[in-house]
Protein backbone atom coordinates (compact mmCIF):
# COMPACT_ATOMS: atom_id res chain seq x y z
CA UNK A 1 0.00 0.00 0.00
CA UNK A 2 1.14 3.41 -0.73
CA UNK A 3 1.60 5.74 1.78
CA UNK A 4 -0.01 9.61 1.44
CA UNK A 5 2.40 12.80 1.51
CA UNK A 6 1.02 15.03 4.95
CA UNK A 7 1.77 18.26 3.14
CA UNK A 8 0.03 19.45 6.36
CA UNK A 9 -2.99 17.49 6.72
CA UNK A 10 -4.16 14.51 8.94
CA UNK A 11 -2.72 11.69 8.39
CA UNK A 12 -4.85 8.74 7.68
CA UNK A 13 -4.64 5.34 5.67
CA UNK A 14 -7.46 3.74 3.78
CA UNK A 15 -6.92 0.03 2.71
CA UNK A 16 -8.92 -1.62 0.27
CA UNK A 17 -6.67 -4.31 -0.52
CA UNK A 18 -6.59 -7.07 -3.51
CA UNK A 19 -10.93 -5.96 -4.07
CA UNK A 20 -11.13 -5.76 -8.01
CA UNK A 21 -11.16 -9.15 -7.48
CA UNK A 22 -14.65 -9.71 -8.42
CA UNK A 23 -16.41 -12.57 -9.52
CA UNK A 24 -20.17 -13.41 -9.47
CA UNK A 25 -21.38 -16.42 -8.57
CA UNK A 26 -21.92 -19.20 -11.03
CA UNK A 27 -20.02 -17.82 -13.32
CA UNK A 28 -18.16 -19.30 -16.09
CA UNK A 29 -14.44 -20.65 -15.93
CA UNK A 30 -13.44 -20.42 -19.06
CA UNK A 31 -14.18 -20.79 -22.96
CA UNK A 32 -11.49 -23.29 -24.39
CA UNK A 33 -13.48 -24.99 -27.52
CA UNK A 34 -13.67 -28.78 -27.03
CA UNK A 35 -15.76 -30.65 -29.55
CA UNK A 36 -19.18 -32.13 -29.43
CA UNK A 37 -21.72 -34.30 -31.49
CA UNK A 38 -24.96 -32.22 -31.75
CA UNK A 39 -27.67 -34.91 -30.33
CA UNK A 40 -30.50 -33.06 -32.37
CA UNK A 41 -29.97 -31.36 -35.84
CA UNK A 42 -33.08 -30.26 -37.91
CA UNK A 43 -32.94 -30.90 -41.49
CA UNK A 44 -29.70 -31.52 -44.20
CA UNK A 45 -26.53 -29.22 -44.46
CA UNK A 46 -27.36 -25.67 -45.74
CA UNK A 47 -27.21 -24.04 -48.89
CA UNK A 48 -24.12 -21.87 -48.81
CA UNK A 49 -25.29 -18.35 -49.04
CA UNK A 50 -22.89 -16.16 -51.58
CA UNK A 51 -19.76 -14.71 -50.81
CA UNK A 52 -18.50 -11.19 -49.93
CA UNK A 53 -17.05 -9.33 -52.95
CA UNK A 54 -13.49 -8.29 -52.36
CA UNK A 55 -14.15 -4.78 -51.74
CA UNK A 56 -11.08 -2.43 -52.91
CA UNK A 57 -9.59 -0.32 -50.29
CA UNK A 58 -12.17 2.10 -48.51
CA UNK A 59 -14.78 1.37 -51.33
CA UNK A 60 -18.39 2.92 -50.11
CA UNK A 61 -20.67 0.15 -49.32
CA UNK A 62 -24.49 0.48 -47.98
CA UNK A 63 -25.27 -0.52 -44.79
CA UNK A 64 -28.47 0.17 -43.30
CA UNK A 65 -28.55 0.69 -39.24
CA UNK A 66 -29.21 -1.57 -37.05
CA UNK A 67 -30.36 -1.10 -33.98
CA UNK A 68 -27.98 -0.41 -30.75
CA UNK A 69 -25.00 -0.22 -33.66
CA UNK A 70 -22.45 2.80 -32.46
CA UNK A 71 -19.94 4.10 -34.82
CA UNK A 72 -16.54 2.79 -33.11
CA UNK A 73 -18.65 -0.94 -33.15
CA UNK A 74 -19.22 0.21 -37.28
CA UNK A 75 -15.86 1.16 -37.89
CA UNK A 76 -14.25 -2.03 -36.24
CA UNK A 77 -17.30 -4.79 -38.33
CA UNK A 78 -15.92 -2.78 -41.39
CA UNK A 79 -12.02 -2.59 -41.00
CA UNK A 80 -12.24 1.13 -41.24
CA UNK A 81 -12.59 4.16 -38.80
CA UNK A 82 -15.05 6.59 -36.84
CA UNK A 83 -13.82 9.33 -38.89
CA UNK A 84 -14.18 7.86 -42.04
CA UNK A 85 -17.50 6.60 -41.41
CA UNK A 86 -18.78 10.18 -40.25
CA UNK A 87 -16.91 11.85 -43.40
CA UNK A 88 -19.02 9.71 -45.47
CA UNK A 89 -22.38 10.21 -43.28
CA UNK A 90 -22.15 14.31 -42.84
CA UNK A 91 -25.97 13.27 -41.58
CA UNK A 92 -24.87 11.76 -37.99
CA UNK A 93 -25.08 14.54 -35.03
CA UNK A 94 -21.86 14.76 -33.88
CA UNK A 95 -23.17 14.00 -29.80
CA UNK A 96 -25.07 10.30 -31.82
CA UNK A 97 -24.92 7.94 -29.40
CA UNK A 98 -26.71 4.77 -30.77
CA UNK A 99 -27.92 4.99 -34.67
CA UNK A 100 -31.61 5.00 -36.12
CA UNK A 101 -32.47 1.48 -37.13
CA UNK A 102 -32.85 1.42 -40.91
CA UNK A 103 -31.20 4.75 -41.53
CA UNK A 104 -29.06 4.17 -44.89
CA UNK A 105 -25.08 4.28 -44.62
CA UNK A 106 -22.45 4.56 -46.64
CA UNK A 107 -19.41 2.96 -45.05
CA UNK A 108 -15.94 2.75 -46.15
CA UNK A 109 -15.11 -0.90 -46.08
CA UNK A 110 -11.76 -2.55 -46.39
CA UNK A 111 -11.43 -5.88 -47.08
CA UNK A 112 -10.50 -8.87 -44.78
CA UNK A 113 -10.73 -12.56 -46.14
CA UNK A 114 -12.51 -15.40 -44.08
CA UNK A 115 -15.56 -13.33 -43.59
CA UNK A 116 -18.59 -15.75 -42.03
CA UNK A 117 -21.95 -16.14 -42.90
CA UNK A 118 -24.73 -13.42 -44.13
CA UNK A 119 -27.14 -15.42 -42.91
CA UNK A 120 -28.90 -13.73 -39.79
CA UNK A 121 -30.55 -16.44 -37.10
CA UNK A 122 -32.65 -14.09 -34.47
CA UNK A 123 -33.00 -10.65 -33.84
CA UNK A 124 -31.29 -8.63 -31.17
CA UNK A 125 -34.82 -8.69 -28.63
CA UNK A 126 -35.49 -12.24 -29.18
CA UNK A 127 -31.39 -12.31 -27.66
CA UNK A 128 -31.73 -10.84 -24.69
CA UNK A 129 -34.00 -11.06 -21.72
CA UNK A 130 -35.64 -7.78 -22.35
CA UNK A 131 -39.17 -6.27 -23.04
CA UNK A 132 -40.13 -9.34 -25.81
CA UNK A 133 -39.58 -11.83 -23.07
CA UNK A 134 -42.38 -10.10 -20.68
CA UNK A 135 -45.97 -12.36 -21.20
CA UNK A 136 -43.38 -15.43 -22.02
CA UNK A 137 -44.13 -18.06 -19.29
CA UNK A 138 -41.83 -20.68 -19.67
CA UNK A 139 -43.26 -23.08 -17.23
CA UNK A 140 -46.44 -23.16 -18.95
CA UNK A 141 -44.43 -23.64 -22.59
CA UNK A 142 -42.72 -26.09 -21.26
CA UNK A 143 -45.56 -28.04 -19.65
CA UNK A 144 -46.93 -28.47 -22.79
CA UNK A 145 -44.19 -30.12 -24.73
CA UNK A 146 -43.46 -33.69 -24.33
CA UNK A 147 -39.85 -34.02 -23.78
CA UNK A 148 -37.63 -34.83 -20.65
CA UNK A 149 -37.25 -31.21 -19.38
CA UNK A 150 -40.58 -30.77 -18.37
CA UNK A 151 -40.11 -33.57 -15.48
CA UNK A 152 -36.62 -32.19 -14.41
CA UNK A 153 -36.26 -30.43 -11.26
CA UNK A 154 -32.67 -29.67 -9.34
CA UNK A 155 -31.48 -28.04 -6.30
CA UNK A 156 -30.32 -24.55 -7.53
CA UNK A 157 -29.59 -20.87 -6.37
CA UNK A 158 -30.73 -22.44 -2.57
CA UNK A 159 -34.02 -23.81 -3.63
CA UNK A 160 -35.75 -26.69 -5.82
CA UNK A 161 -36.46 -25.71 -9.66
CA UNK A 162 -38.03 -27.26 -12.37
CA UNK A 163 -36.47 -27.81 -15.33
CA UNK A 164 -38.42 -24.28 -16.81
CA UNK A 165 -37.03 -22.48 -13.55
CA UNK A 166 -33.80 -23.51 -13.99
CA UNK A 167 -34.13 -21.69 -17.40
CA UNK A 168 -35.70 -18.43 -16.03
CA UNK A 169 -33.12 -18.41 -13.40
CA UNK A 170 -29.99 -18.48 -16.02
CA UNK A 171 -31.93 -15.93 -17.93
CA UNK A 172 -32.68 -13.08 -15.32
CA UNK A 173 -29.00 -13.74 -13.95
CA UNK A 174 -27.27 -13.37 -17.54
CA UNK A 175 -30.00 -11.21 -19.19
CA UNK A 176 -30.51 -13.68 -21.70
CA UNK A 177 -33.20 -14.95 -23.45
CA UNK A 178 -35.70 -18.11 -22.08
CA UNK A 179 -36.50 -18.55 -25.62
CA UNK A 180 -33.30 -18.48 -26.67
CA UNK A 181 -31.95 -21.21 -24.27
CA UNK A 182 -34.95 -23.45 -24.48
CA UNK A 183 -34.39 -23.39 -28.51
CA UNK A 184 -30.55 -24.34 -27.83
CA UNK A 185 -31.90 -26.78 -25.36
CA UNK A 186 -34.28 -28.50 -27.90
CA UNK A 187 -31.89 -28.07 -30.66
CA UNK A 188 -28.71 -29.76 -28.76
CA UNK A 189 -30.45 -32.45 -26.33
CA UNK A 190 -34.38 -32.71 -27.38
CA UNK A 191 -35.36 -31.06 -24.02
CA UNK A 192 -39.03 -30.31 -25.20
CA UNK A 193 -39.46 -33.11 -27.67
CA UNK A 194 -37.45 -36.26 -26.74
CA UNK A 195 -37.77 -38.62 -23.64
CA UNK A 196 -34.79 -39.47 -22.59
CA UNK A 197 -32.01 -36.74 -22.27
CA UNK A 198 -28.76 -37.41 -23.36
CA UNK A 199 -25.39 -37.49 -20.72
CA UNK A 200 -26.70 -34.88 -18.32
CA UNK A 201 -23.09 -34.14 -16.67
CA UNK A 202 -22.20 -32.68 -20.08
CA UNK A 203 -25.67 -32.51 -22.41
CA UNK A 204 -24.67 -29.24 -24.05
CA UNK A 205 -20.94 -30.70 -25.33
CA UNK A 206 -18.32 -27.87 -22.69
CA UNK A 207 -16.82 -30.92 -21.43
CA UNK A 208 -15.44 -29.23 -17.80
CA UNK A 209 -16.14 -31.20 -14.59
CA UNK A 210 -16.54 -27.43 -13.11
CA UNK A 211 -20.04 -27.06 -14.61
CA UNK A 212 -21.48 -30.57 -15.27
CA UNK A 213 -25.77 -31.05 -14.75
CA UNK A 214 -27.99 -28.87 -16.71
CA UNK A 215 -28.10 -25.48 -14.36
CA UNK A 216 -23.88 -25.52 -15.08
CA UNK A 217 -24.09 -26.86 -18.89
CA UNK A 218 -26.96 -23.29 -19.08
CA UNK A 219 -24.65 -20.77 -16.92
CA UNK A 220 -21.68 -21.86 -19.46
CA UNK A 221 -23.99 -21.34 -22.40
CA UNK A 222 -25.21 -18.34 -21.39
CA UNK A 223 -21.96 -16.75 -20.27
CA UNK A 224 -20.11 -17.75 -24.13
CA UNK A 225 -23.00 -16.51 -25.84
CA UNK A 226 -23.00 -12.93 -24.28
CA UNK A 227 -19.37 -12.99 -24.73
CA UNK A 228 -19.94 -13.52 -28.57
CA UNK A 229 -23.09 -10.75 -28.48
CA UNK A 230 -21.70 -8.51 -26.53
CA UNK A 231 -17.76 -8.50 -28.17
CA UNK A 232 -19.89 -7.80 -31.64
CA UNK A 233 -21.66 -5.10 -30.00
CA UNK A 234 -18.68 -2.99 -28.74
CA UNK A 235 -16.50 -4.08 -31.62
CA UNK A 236 -14.15 -5.78 -29.36
CA UNK A 237 -14.85 -9.37 -31.14
CA UNK A 238 -13.90 -9.28 -34.77
CA UNK A 239 -12.68 -12.85 -35.41
CA UNK A 240 -12.97 -16.11 -33.66
CA UNK A 241 -10.71 -19.18 -34.21
CA UNK A 242 -12.33 -22.64 -34.53
CA UNK A 243 -11.53 -25.79 -32.47
CA UNK A 244 -9.72 -26.81 -35.93
CA UNK A 245 -7.66 -23.65 -35.79
CA UNK A 246 -9.30 -21.79 -38.86
CA UNK A 247 -10.36 -18.69 -38.21
CA UNK A 248 -13.32 -16.76 -38.72
CA UNK A 249 -14.81 -13.19 -39.14
CA UNK A 250 -18.07 -12.38 -38.55
CA UNK A 251 -19.82 -10.62 -41.71
CA UNK A 252 -19.50 -6.86 -41.05
CA UNK A 253 -23.09 -6.58 -42.02
CA UNK A 254 -24.59 -9.28 -38.94
CA UNK A 255 -26.71 -8.39 -36.08
CA UNK A 256 -25.11 -9.44 -32.39
CA UNK A 257 -27.15 -12.24 -31.81
CA UNK A 258 -26.20 -13.93 -34.34
CA UNK A 259 -22.91 -13.27 -33.58
CA UNK A 260 -23.31 -14.46 -30.13
CA UNK A 261 -25.05 -17.55 -31.60
CA UNK A 262 -21.94 -18.30 -33.94
CA UNK A 263 -19.67 -17.75 -31.37
CA UNK A 264 -21.35 -19.97 -29.04
CA UNK A 265 -21.04 -22.81 -31.60
CA UNK A 266 -17.68 -22.15 -32.66
CA UNK A 267 -16.92 -23.24 -28.72
CA UNK A 268 -18.34 -26.45 -29.44
CA UNK A 269 -18.55 -28.09 -32.94
CA UNK A 270 -16.22 -28.97 -35.96
CA UNK A 271 -16.62 -26.87 -38.84
CA UNK A 272 -19.53 -29.33 -40.42
CA UNK A 273 -21.40 -29.56 -37.44
CA UNK A 274 -20.96 -25.54 -36.77
CA UNK A 275 -22.11 -24.77 -40.54
CA UNK A 276 -25.15 -26.92 -39.99
CA UNK A 277 -25.87 -25.51 -36.33
CA UNK A 278 -25.87 -21.42 -38.01
CA UNK A 279 -27.33 -22.07 -41.03
CA UNK A 280 -30.77 -21.91 -42.23
CA UNK A 281 -31.68 -25.90 -41.19
CA UNK A 282 -30.29 -25.43 -37.71
CA UNK A 283 -30.95 -23.32 -34.57
CA UNK A 284 -32.79 -20.91 -36.90
CA UNK A 285 -35.19 -23.82 -37.47
CA UNK A 286 -35.47 -25.14 -34.31
CA UNK A 287 -36.53 -21.55 -32.98
CA UNK A 288 -38.98 -21.17 -35.59
CA UNK A 289 -40.78 -24.18 -35.19
CA UNK A 290 -40.79 -23.52 -31.59
CA UNK A 291 -42.10 -20.03 -31.15
CA UNK A 292 -43.06 -18.81 -34.64
CA UNK A 293 -40.68 -16.71 -37.19
CA UNK A 294 -38.49 -14.57 -35.48
CA UNK A 295 -38.55 -11.87 -37.69
CA UNK A 296 -41.98 -11.03 -37.42
CA UNK A 297 -41.45 -10.73 -33.78
CA UNK A 298 -38.74 -7.97 -34.60
CA UNK A 299 -38.83 -4.99 -32.26
CA UNK A 300 -36.27 -2.62 -31.83
CA UNK A 301 -34.91 -2.62 -27.88
CA UNK A 302 -32.69 0.10 -27.73
CA UNK A 303 -33.61 3.56 -28.69
CA UNK A 304 -31.96 6.14 -31.18
CA UNK A 305 -29.23 7.78 -29.27
CA UNK A 306 -29.92 6.48 -25.99
CA UNK A 307 -28.48 8.69 -23.14
CA UNK A 308 -27.98 7.61 -19.42
CA UNK A 309 -29.83 9.41 -16.78
CA UNK A 310 -27.95 11.36 -14.30
CA UNK A 311 -26.63 9.25 -11.67
CA UNK A 312 -24.40 9.90 -8.38
CA UNK A 313 -21.52 7.45 -6.87
CA UNK A 314 -22.87 4.73 -5.08
CA UNK A 315 -22.10 6.28 -1.76
CA UNK A 316 -22.53 9.51 0.47
CA UNK A 317 -21.72 12.88 -0.71
CA UNK A 318 -18.52 13.64 1.06
CA UNK A 319 -17.14 10.02 1.39
CA UNK A 320 -14.38 9.35 -0.13
CA UNK A 321 -14.16 5.17 -1.74
CA UNK A 322 -11.45 3.65 -3.79
CA UNK A 323 -12.51 2.88 -7.45
CA UNK A 324 -10.67 -0.50 -7.02
CA UNK A 325 -12.55 -1.78 -10.05
CA UNK A 326 -12.47 -0.51 -13.55
CA UNK A 327 -14.78 -2.09 -16.90
CA UNK A 328 -15.16 -5.70 -16.48
CA UNK A 329 -18.12 -7.80 -16.32
CA UNK A 330 -21.51 -7.31 -15.28
CA UNK A 331 -22.25 -10.82 -14.56
CA UNK A 332 -20.40 -13.94 -15.19
CA UNK A 333 -16.57 -14.28 -17.04
CA UNK A 334 -15.48 -11.85 -19.90
CA UNK A 335 -18.03 -10.19 -21.98
CA UNK A 336 -19.97 -7.73 -21.21
CA UNK A 337 -17.80 -4.95 -19.37
CA UNK A 338 -20.84 -3.43 -18.15
CA UNK A 339 -19.52 -2.78 -14.46
CA UNK A 340 -17.49 -1.28 -12.41
CA UNK A 341 -16.28 -1.38 -8.12
CA UNK A 342 -16.03 0.83 -5.37
CA UNK A 343 -14.94 0.46 -2.44
CA UNK A 344 -15.35 1.77 1.36
CA UNK A 345 -12.38 3.24 3.64
CA UNK A 346 -11.19 0.50 5.76
CA UNK A 347 -8.26 -0.08 8.07
CA UNK A 348 -7.38 -3.37 7.21
CA UNK A 349 -8.23 -4.90 3.59
CA UNK A 350 -9.64 -8.28 2.57
CA UNK A 351 -13.64 -9.33 3.09
CA UNK A 352 -14.48 -7.55 6.49
CA UNK A 353 -17.55 -6.08 7.86
CA UNK A 354 -18.11 -2.38 7.15
CA UNK A 355 -20.52 0.29 8.67
CA UNK A 356 -20.49 2.39 5.32
CA UNK A 357 -23.46 2.45 3.59
CA UNK A 358 -23.70 2.15 -0.85
CA UNK A 359 -26.18 3.97 -1.59
CA UNK A 360 -28.51 4.18 -4.56
CA UNK A 361 -27.48 6.17 -8.14
CA UNK A 362 -31.19 7.09 -8.88
CA UNK A 363 -34.51 6.90 -7.85
CA UNK A 364 -36.21 3.25 -8.13
CA UNK A 365 -37.92 0.61 -6.74
CA UNK A 366 -35.89 -2.58 -5.73
CA UNK A 367 -37.51 -5.43 -7.87
CA UNK A 368 -34.65 -8.01 -6.32
CA UNK A 369 -33.23 -8.01 -3.09
CA UNK A 370 -31.42 -11.57 -2.52
CA UNK A 371 -27.67 -12.61 -1.44
CA UNK A 372 -25.28 -10.27 -2.64
CA UNK A 373 -27.70 -8.90 -4.84
CA UNK A 374 -29.97 -5.76 -5.27
CA UNK A 375 -32.04 -4.71 -8.51
CA UNK A 376 -33.21 -1.20 -8.40
CA UNK A 377 -35.51 -0.47 -11.03
CA UNK A 378 -35.58 3.47 -12.63
CA UNK A 379 -38.65 3.35 -14.66
CA UNK A 380 -41.23 1.89 -11.59
CA UNK A 381 -42.92 -0.58 -13.74
CA UNK A 382 -41.38 -3.03 -11.50
CA UNK A 383 -40.09 -5.40 -14.41
CA UNK A 384 -36.20 -5.59 -14.52
CA UNK A 385 -36.42 -6.67 -18.28
CA UNK A 386 -38.09 -3.33 -19.27
CA UNK A 387 -36.23 0.55 -19.11
CA UNK A 388 -32.98 1.24 -17.18
CA UNK A 389 -31.97 -0.98 -14.26
CA UNK A 390 -28.99 -1.00 -11.53
CA UNK A 391 -27.63 -4.21 -10.73
CA UNK A 392 -25.92 -4.04 -7.40
CA UNK A 393 -23.42 -7.30 -6.28
CA UNK A 394 -21.64 -7.47 -2.90
CA UNK A 395 -24.75 -6.26 -0.97
CA UNK A 396 -23.74 -7.79 2.68
CA UNK A 397 -27.03 -9.48 4.21
CA UNK A 398 -27.67 -6.93 7.19
CA UNK A 399 -29.37 -4.03 6.74
CA UNK A 400 -29.65 -4.77 3.09
CA UNK A 401 -33.18 -2.60 1.24
CA UNK A 402 -36.14 -5.48 0.82
CA UNK A 403 -37.95 -5.86 -2.12
CA UNK A 404 -40.72 -3.19 -3.40
CA UNK A 405 -38.84 -0.41 -1.14
CA UNK A 406 -38.98 2.77 -3.02
CA UNK A 407 -36.04 4.38 -3.29
CA UNK A 408 -34.40 8.42 -3.79
CA UNK A 409 -30.56 8.94 -4.74
CA UNK A 410 -28.85 8.54 -1.79
CA UNK A 411 -30.99 6.41 0.19
CA UNK A 412 -28.56 3.62 1.79
CA UNK A 413 -28.93 0.20 -0.69
CA UNK A 414 -26.74 -2.10 1.86
CA UNK A 415 -23.54 -2.41 3.41
CA UNK A 416 -20.33 -3.29 0.65
CA UNK A 417 -19.47 -6.77 1.32
CA UNK A 418 -17.92 -9.86 -0.45
CA UNK A 419 -21.14 -11.84 -0.67
CA UNK A 420 -23.31 -12.73 -3.44
CA UNK A 421 -19.69 -13.92 -5.57
CA UNK A 422 -16.08 -14.85 -5.44
CA UNK A 423 -14.25 -11.71 -4.27
CA UNK A 424 -10.96 -10.91 -2.06
CA UNK A 425 -12.31 -7.59 -0.29
CA UNK A 426 -15.40 -5.86 0.80
CA UNK A 427 -17.04 -3.64 -2.27
CA UNK A 428 -19.80 -2.71 -4.00
CA UNK A 429 -20.20 -3.56 -8.07
CA UNK A 430 -22.89 -1.46 -10.26
CA UNK A 431 -23.64 -1.75 -13.65
CA UNK A 432 -26.60 -0.85 -15.93
CA UNK A 433 -29.13 -2.64 -17.98
CA UNK A 434 -31.63 -0.89 -20.81
CA UNK A 435 -34.02 -3.20 -21.62
CA UNK A 436 -32.75 -6.13 -20.89
CA UNK A 437 -29.19 -5.72 -22.61
CA UNK A 438 -26.06 -4.51 -20.49
CA UNK A 439 -24.59 -1.19 -21.34
CA UNK A 440 -20.90 -1.41 -21.40
CA UNK A 441 -19.27 0.82 -19.12
CA UNK A 442 -17.33 2.32 -21.85
CA UNK A 443 -18.47 4.08 -24.54
CA UNK A 444 -20.76 6.40 -26.54
CA UNK A 445 -23.05 5.37 -23.16
CA UNK A 446 -20.44 5.00 -21.02
CA UNK A 447 -20.62 5.22 -17.22
CA UNK A 448 -21.62 8.89 -16.07
CA UNK A 449 -21.42 9.22 -12.12
CA UNK A 450 -21.32 12.74 -11.59
CA UNK A 451 -19.55 14.07 -14.59
CA UNK A 452 -17.04 11.04 -14.07
CA UNK A 453 -16.77 9.21 -17.46
CA UNK A 454 -16.01 5.65 -17.08
CA UNK A 455 -12.90 4.13 -19.52
CA UNK A 456 -11.26 0.92 -19.96
CA UNK A 457 -7.93 0.02 -19.20
CA UNK A 458 -5.96 -2.47 -20.91
CA UNK A 459 -7.42 -4.99 -19.45
CA UNK A 460 -10.64 -5.97 -17.32
CA UNK A 461 -10.64 -3.95 -13.92
CA UNK A 462 -7.82 -1.99 -15.08
CA UNK A 463 -9.21 1.76 -16.32
CA UNK A 464 -9.98 5.35 -15.22
CA UNK A 465 -12.99 7.84 -14.40
CA UNK A 466 -12.06 11.13 -16.00
CA UNK A 467 -13.83 14.84 -15.26
CA UNK A 468 -12.70 17.97 -16.51
CA UNK A 469 -8.94 16.97 -16.83
CA UNK A 470 -8.24 15.17 -14.25
CA UNK A 471 -8.14 11.42 -14.02
CA UNK A 472 -8.72 8.44 -11.29
CA UNK A 473 -6.93 5.32 -11.85
CA UNK A 474 -8.53 2.23 -10.56
CA UNK A 475 -6.43 0.40 -8.67
CA UNK A 476 -6.67 -2.81 -5.94
CA UNK A 477 -4.32 -0.25 -3.61
CA UNK A 478 -4.88 2.45 -1.30
CA UNK A 479 -3.76 5.31 -3.23
CA UNK A 480 -4.77 8.73 -4.03
CA UNK A 481 -4.89 8.23 -7.78
CA UNK A 482 -7.62 5.43 -7.07
CA UNK A 483 -10.33 7.77 -4.60
CA UNK A 484 -12.85 9.95 -5.62
CA UNK A 485 -14.97 12.11 -3.11
CA UNK A 486 -18.87 11.86 -4.12
CA UNK A 487 -20.70 14.99 -4.76
CA UNK A 488 -17.30 17.33 -4.96
Not at 328 to 341: K, V
Amino acid sequence: MNNFPLRGLLFFVIASLILSACMPQAAGADLVPVTATPTLVAGPSPTPLPARPAYNPGELVDYAAQMGDTLPALAAHFNTTVDQIRQANPQIPADATTMPPGMPMKIPIYYLSLWGSPLKIIPDNLFVNGPSAVGFDSSAFVAGQTGWLKDFSDYVGGDWRSGAQIVDYVAMNFSVSPRLLLAILEYQTGALSQAEPPDMSYLLGYRSYSHRGLYLQLVWAANTLNNGYYGWRTGRLTSFEHSDGSLERPDPWQNPGTVGIQYYFSRLYLKEDYTRAIGSEGLALTFRNLFGDPWAMEVPHIPVSLKQPAFTFPFPAGDSWTYTGGPHTGWGTGEPLAAIDFAPPASVGGCIPTDKWATAIADGVVVRSETGIVVLDLDDDRDERTGWVIFHLHVGSEGRVPLGTRMKSGDPVGHPSCEGGRTTGTHIHIARKYNGEWIPAEGPLAFNLEGWIAHNGDRAYAGTLTRNGKTIIACDCSNLESQVTAGK
